[in-house]
């Protein structure tokens, strides 16, 4: 007897630029709900009157105004970050990263958006359609693909860093490393800020989880235990830094914090931090695979 084979499904590829294209404008212009509720509850934990408070004012009245006029909520309109998860069910006659350029392509020029990327680090010539977007690719099983999207602006992503600490240096090294790495930004990554933080795995994948882990929900919680209390330790510390929304002092500096980890060598402790300042946008869709 035959084995079943699986009919394989697909992503048309105009369906998936189109998808691209509107993930992009919608995130430079509309700051997702739970940000906006995180800077409100900010504003209220502030001093009234305060400069942290009139701040965070302008900072939601900004975010009002490009939700409500359809324009970008912030100048910088990044380079394009993705992370896609592509089930094992799927297949595509085109090619997919080719695909995803020109979403983001048409996303820029269509949405009037900033073109923000060169073409070499040296020459710095502008690409002028803000590609080549970044894309990070996963298997995962089912026939559906996930995306999700940020444009990551140069000012705070200019101050995050890496260290390969040691065991040695362990949980405080840890929790020094990412104090110093707030401290240092001040006001210029543009805090209210969310920390990204990825821990173990080795150079390369520490960044990798400390960017995925700023499109996680603000609310929510590391499912591993003493990633969860670490979460809370450096929200509470980062805080007490009193650097304060845009630098200027208050309450305020992170609206949140997210821990990342992975398994890592037994002489290593990698550490990355990766700031996202308050115009904390992503947006993310997952498309269900249609008959090939
Ligand atoms: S750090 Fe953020 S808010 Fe500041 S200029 Fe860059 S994208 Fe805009």
Known sequence: MKPEVNAMRTIPKTTLVA???????????VLGGEVVACLKTAREAEASPSLARHILDEILENQEIARRESVPLCQDTGVAVLFLEIGTGLSFDYDLSEAVNEGIRRGYQNGYLRKSVVRHPFDRKNTLDNTPAVIHERLVPGDSLRIRF??????SENLSRLAMLTPADGLEGVVRFVLETVRLAGGKACPPLVLGVGIGGNFEKSAELAKEALFRPLADEAPEPLDRELEKRLFAEVNALG???MGFGGKTTCLAVKVNSFACHIASLPVAVNLQCHAA??????LRGEDA
Request: hydrophobic share 40%; charged share 25%.
């Open 243 to 245: 650097v304060g929304p």
């Open 150 to 155: 940020a444009p990551k602006g140069a000012g």
């Open 19 to 29: 998808q691209i294209e509107r993930l992009v404008i919608q995130a430079a212009n």
């Open 281 to 286: 946008r992503h947006t993310e869709i997952e």
